[in-house]
């Protein structure tokens, strides 16, 4: 039977990247949420790409508006925890952006207060809808590389000066940045691991916070290597995946995030593809192109409707997001031991 609908009033927490480019376009591309106002030191940015949207300069006072179902978090990670537990306590859902809070402490009182509150908290992973990331997927389900026992996985980039903004020296650095994306991925594909043993440290001459990292996750016949800096020249490399059954090597980023900050809307008919075709090897034989799946974000934000609306699963359980926050917590406790931490 099909279900009656409804729309779910949804305020927006910041508008910096991640509010602009992976938030506001999808809600309102889904059927079922409507962007009802945004909090924003700077409203003509806002109301430049949004016309008409209703815009509060605190979280207290998108809390008061009438019609807000649904709050997403896209603040500075340090406010994370703070704006997401106001928010539950007012009644509302919440989206947290990643990383879930910048301590594993916090990121588990805001999952106690949704508890209490009997409200859904999820974390925008967005990256388990990349194209490359859907496409290993489909590949491991095949069992195409059969049983794995070397997963790497690249997100580096060529910035070699520092910029002077806040992300730059974000508590953590880049192991709390990019390391959610990268945790998260590998959590989906293998679950949780035994041990991680990390490395995280700033390479760049000035930088404020860490820039490099290079984590292992320890699985009984598998590691999974995570890596990222800020100083590869050449950073084409994504994933190098090895299995029994061959090897998957796939070079270049998932395109979304790019199109849409050059002006392409969710639903446009390119959108998500990756002409970049990795490439599937077995011992003696050539190099196999594979075709990638389609990637995309708007995955996410239909599931998360639909749990709101109708009561269906979370589409990033609070569950797996705690999974994700104690793996990168136990990667600075490794870090800055020089040893091993089991989980």
């Known amino acids: 039977m099909a279900h009656a609908s409804k729309q779910i009033g949804v305020g927006l927490v910041g508008y910096g990247l991640g509010g602009r480019v992976f938030h ?12 009802r106002a945004v909090v924003s030191r700077d409203p003509v940015k806002v109301l430049g790409e949004l016309p008409d949207m209703t815009v509060v300069p605190s979280v207290d006072e998108l809390l008061a508006q009438d019609g807000i179902d649904l709050v997403v978090v896209s603040s500075p990670d340090a406010l994370h925890a703070e704006h997401a537990i106001a928010a539950l306590r007012a009644g ?29 908290v999820t974390v925008f992973h967005n990256r388990r809808w990349d194209a490359d990331f859907l496409t290993l997927k489909r590949l491991i389900g095949e069992g195409r590389l059969g049983r794995i026992v070397h997963f790497e996985s690249h997100f580096d980039r060529w910035r070699p000066e520092p910029a002077a903004v806040w992300k730059e020296a974000r508590e953590g650095g880049s192991w709390l940045d990019l390391g959610p994306h990268l945790v998260d991925q590998a959590l989906c594909l293998f679950g949780r691991p035994e041990a991680v043993t990390a490395d995280i440290c700033a390479m760049r001459e000035g930088a404020p916070a860490p820039d490099w990292f290079h984590a292992g996750l320890h699985y009984p016949g598998l590691r999974a290597v995570l890596h990222s800096s800020k100083l590869a ?12 059954g061959g090897s998957w090597i796939k070079h270049g980023l998932d395109t979304q995030e790019g199109a849409i900050v050059a002006g392409a809307l969710p639903g446009d008919t390119n959108l998500g593809c990756d002409p970049v075709l990795g490439m599937f090897s ?7 192109p594979i075709a990638n799946e389609r990637g995309n974000y708007g995955l996410f934000w239909q599931g998360l409707a639909r749990a709101v609306q109708w009561n269906e699963p979370n589409p990033v359980p609070v569950n797996e997001a705690l999974s994700v926050m104690d793996v990168l917590q136990a990667g600075l406790e490794s870090a800055a031991k020089g040893c091993t931490v089991r989980l």
Do not use: S, W
């Open 24 to 35: 506001a376009p999808f809600i309102q591309a889904t059927d079922g949420l409507a962007l």
């Open 92 to 120: 509302k859902h919440v989206v947290v952006d990643k990383p879930f809070a910048t301590t594993l402490a916090d990121a588990r009182l805001i999952a106690e207060t949704a508890d209490l509150a009997g409200k859904m």
């Open 233 to 244: 020249a050449d950073h084409r490399l994504r994933f190098a995946v090895h299995g029994t």
């Open 282 to 288: 077995q011992a003696g034989n050539r190099e196999l």
